[in-house]
Each structure stands twice: as structure tokens, then as C-alpha cells.
């Protein structure tokens, strides 16, 4: 007679722990790994150090930027990739609706509801010079600290690249 | 001083179910079952141009289930923000012909769907926004498959085909 509501009661207390651990996840915050390192040195810098070859760095992801989907030049963001939606990637924001955005053989015209990401290790990553703007209802979240490794905890800071990018916003200063 | 505490402990207790009862509601209605409320031209005649409620279940977009004429809510890529109601024509891999102006039926172009996207359509030719003018879409944008219709209570059951 003990046994049975002794599990019953664990089961219980299972269940609404990942209930209550999945909706925060969802809707508030996450924290996720990132493997790769196309956002190499803002995440996995390939240093000698024994902490970075050890694992992954460990991100926090805020959810709470999908609520009215603004975003700024130079935020990183999660996002689930256009080719595959299973594969999620970490990469910045370079564009966003209504710029031009430069690459090596011509200028994209980034239209309504997409943005433009690229990683910020250009040499190795696969980003939007690939598969082309990104609608930015496949984004689940922005990156906004690093929790992995212990020396290199602190926040994500923008970081934009004024030099290929027009954008309506700068535009109308003039 | 006990009697605020004792209130203060069952309005713990009382918070705590209130947030569960929450959660787990999220939790339905994100992975399992929702009802949504659709209106607008672009599904007539299959579903009304002033507002219908529709059962959507979260389920067979996550298991890879979805196929060609499946009734699916889906993310706007014009506006992540907005969420469409359209059918899907073709999935990825599957040629699709499709004539951007019907009432021309002699301008059609075809196009094979890439991989990770569909293709879908309003059942409205005339008035529907969708693959047609913004391409394929990819799978990711898919929030969940519309099966069954509960208001108004004259068209109350499943949609089919």
C-alpha cells in the first residue's frame, strides 16, 4: 500500500516539475550549448586553454524578444535553419527588414519579416550568404550571456559592421 | 502577527496551484491542442470569411506527419507576428505548377519545392497571399495542422479535403 503512492506521488512531482521547467523555457529563458565555431572568439574560441577545449561554452537565450519580434543590428540570435527545422543555429544579426546588405558579389535587398545573419567568424560559417535572409518567425531567442566557461561569463554585446550595411534607419539622418 | 502568516502561507499554496494550472496550460496549448480563431477570404469557401474557431493540434508538424492537403496555421514570413491559415499543396521534393493571376489560366510557371520548405495555397485563388507571392515556405514556420471546426456551431466538425 506504500509503495504505489510513493511512486504515484514522485510521478507527480515530475510531471509538474517539466511542466513548470518547459513553459519558463519557452517563454522566458533557456540555457542551451553551442556547438561550432562560427561564432568563433565570441563562442568557442579555439584557445589553449584547458577550459575551452574541455566542452562547448553554455549560453543564455531570452525568450522574451518574441513577443513583439524587435530586434537590433548586431544582436546574436537562436534560430531554427530554413533548410532543415530541426538544426537550430547561433549566429548575429547583420540585417534587418529594408536594408541592403553588402556580400562579396552583389548587394541583397533584405525584404519584409527576414533578417540577415552571418557568424561572426566568417571564414567557417554557414549563415545567410548560404541560404539567404532568414524569416524572423524561425527566430526562438536572443543570446544575451555567456554562463560556460566560468572565465569568460559576462554579457553578448552588439557589434555591428556600419561599413556593409545601409540601412533605412542610418538613411534618414541625411 | 500567526493570523498573517497562516493568510500569507495558503495564499502561497493558492499562487503556486494558479501557477501550475498556468503552466501546464501553456503546455497544451504550445504541444497538443489549441483553438484558434481564423477569419479572412483566403480559405473560402472551406472555412467562413467572418471568423470560424478551429481545433489545431500541435502534434504531426513535430512528428513529420504533415502531407498535401493538410490545413495548416503557419508563422508569416512578411510578419512574424501574424500567423496564416493555408492549405498545403506540395510538400519538399514535389513539383508544384501554380498561375499567379487565375482569371489568365495560360501564365503558370512550376517550380521543384527545396528541401525544408513547402508549398501552400489559400483555397481563395482570387484574394489568398501566400507561395505564390512570397515562394516556399520553410517547415520551420509550421505551427501546427487545423483538423476539426467547433464554431459556428452550423459547421461544427472535421475539415477534410
Request: glycine fraction near 8%; proline fraction near 6%; charge should be positive.
Given at each position: 500500500?506504500?509503495?504505489?503512492?510513493?511512486?504515484?506521488?514522485?510521478?507527480?512531482?515530475?510531471f509538474t516539475v517539466g511542466?513548470?521547467?518547459l513553459t519558463v523555457s519557452?517563454?522566458?529563458?533557456?540555457?542551451?550549448?553551442?556547438?561550432?565555431?562560427?561564432?568563433?572568439?565570441?563562442?568557442?574560441?579555439?584557445?589553449?586553454?584547458?577550459?575551452?577545449?574541455?566542452?562547448d561554452d553554455r549560453v543564455?537565450?531570452?525568450?522574451?524578444?518574441?513577443?513583439?519580434?524587435?530586434?537590433?543590428?548586431?544582436?546574436?540570435?537562436?534560430?531554427?535553419?530554413?533548410?532543415?527545422?530541426?538544426?537550430?543555429?547561433?549566429?548575429?544579426?547583420?540585417?534587418?527588414?529594408?536594408?541592403?546588405?553588402?556580400?562579396?558579389?552583389?548587394?541583397?535587398?533584405?525584404?519584409?519579416?527576414?533578417?540577415?545573419?552571418?557568424?561572426?567568424?566568417?571564414?567557417?560559417?554557414?549563415?545567410?550568404?548560404?541560404?539567404?535572409?532568414?524569416?524572423?518567425?524561425?527566430?526562438?531567442?536572443?543570446?544575451?550571456?555567456?554562463?560556460?566557461?566560468?572565465?569568460?561569463?559576462?554579457?553578448?554585446?552588439?557589434?555591428?559592421?556600419?561599413?556593409?550595411?545601409?540601412?533605412?534607419?542610418?538613411?534618414?539622418?541625411? | 502577527?500567526?493570523?498573517?502568516?497562516?493568510?500569507?502561507?495558503?495564499?502561497?499554496?493558492?499562487?503556486?496551484?494558479?501557477?501550475?494550472?498556468?503552466?501546464?496550460?501553456?503546455?497544451?496549448?504550445?504541444?497538443?491542442?489549441?483553438?484558434?480563431?481564423?477569419?479572412?477570404?483566403?480559405?473560402?469557401?472551406?472555412?467562413?470569411?467572418?471568423?470560424?474557431?478551429?481545433?489545431?493540434?500541435?502534434?504531426?508538424?513535430?512528428?513529420?506527419?504533415?502531407?498535401?492537403?493538410?490545413?495548416?496555421?503557419?508563422?508569416?514570413?512578411?510578419?512574424?507576428?501574424?500567423?496564416?491559415?493555408?492549405?498545403?499543396?506540395?510538400?519538399?521534393?514535389?513539383?508544384?505548377?501554380?498561375?499567379?493571376?487565375?482569371?489568365?489560366?495560360?501564365?503558370?510557371?512550376?517550380?521543384?519545392?527545396?528541401?525544408?520548405?513547402?508549398?501552400?495555397?489559400?483555397?481563395?485563388?482570387?484574394?489568398?497571399?501566400?507561395?505564390?507571392?512570397?515562394?516556399?515556405?520553410?517547415?520551420?514556420?509550421?505551427?501546427?495542422?487545423?483538423?476539426?471546426?467547433?464554431?459556428?456551431?452550423?459547421?461544427?466538425?472535421?475539415?477534410?479535403?
Amino acid at each position: 500500500m506504500g509503495t504505489p503512492s510513493i511512486l504515484w506521488s514522485i510521478t507527480k512531482k515530475c510531471f509538474t516539475v517539466g511542466v513548470i521547467t518547459l513553459t519558463v523555457s519557452d517563454l522566458f529563458a533557456s540555457i542551451v550549448p553551442v556547438r561550432g565555431a562560427s561564432m568563433s572568439p565570441t563562442f568557442n574560441p579555439k584557445t589553449n586553454s584547458l577550459f575551452d577545449s574541455l566542452s562547448d561554452d553554455r549560453v543564455l537565450v531570452e525568450k522574451l524578444c518574441l513577443r513583439n519580434y524587435k530586434f537590433s543590428h548586431g544582436d546574436v540570435i537562436v534560430f531554427s535553419s530554413p533548410n532543415n527545422h530541426k538544426e537550430k543555429h547561433v549566429k548575429r544579426i547583420v540585417g534587418l527588414p529594408g536594408d541592403w546588405v553588402g556580400t562579396i558579389y552583389d548587394v541583397v535587398h533584405i525584404p519584409e519579416g527576414h533578417c540577415w545573419v552571418e557568424g561572426d567568424n566568417s571564414a567557417s560559417s554557414l549563415d545567410s550568404r548560404s541560404f539567404g535572409p532568414v524569416p524572423l518567425g524561425l527566430v526562438k531567442g536572443r543570446v544575451t550571456h555567456v554562463l560556460w566557461p566560468p572565465h569568460r561569463v559576462g554579457t553578448v554585446d552588439r557589434k555591428t559592421s556600419q561599413n556593409r550595411v545601409s540601412s533605412s534607419s542610418s538613411a534618414s539622418k541625411f | 502577527m500567526r493570523q498573517w502568516r497562516i493568510i500569507a502561507k495558503e495564499a502561497m499554496a493558492r499562487a503556486s496551484i494558479i501557477g501550475k494550472f498556468l503552466c501546464l496550460l501553456h503546455v497544451t496549448d504550445a504541444y497538443i491542442l489549441s483553438s484558434n480563431h481564423v477569419l479572412g477570404p483566403s480559405m473560402l469557401p472551406t472555412l467562413n470569411i467572418t471568423g470560424d474557431v478551429v481545433l489545431v493540434e500541435h502534434l504531426s508538424h513535430r512528428l513529420g506527419k504533415l502531407g498535401s492537403g493538410d490545413l495548416v496555421l503557419v508563422r508569416s514570413p512578411l510578419d512574424p507576428k501574424k500567423t496564416l491559415t493555408k492549405r498545403i499543396v506540395a510538400m519538399e521534393g514535389d513539383k508544384v505548377t501554380f498561375s499567379l493571376d487565375p482569371t489568365r489560366s495560360h501564365s503558370s510557371r512550376s517550380l521543384v519545392v527545396p528541401k525544408g520548405h513547402v508549398w501552400i495555397q489559400g483555397d481563395n485563388a482570387y484574394v489568398s497571399c501566400d507561395s505564390r507571392h512570397f515562394g516556399p515556405l520553410p517547415y520551420g514556420l509550421i505551427e501546427g495542422k487545423a483538423f476539426m471546426r467547433v464554431w459556428p456551431p452550423s459547421s461544427f466538425g472535421l475539415l477534410g479535403e
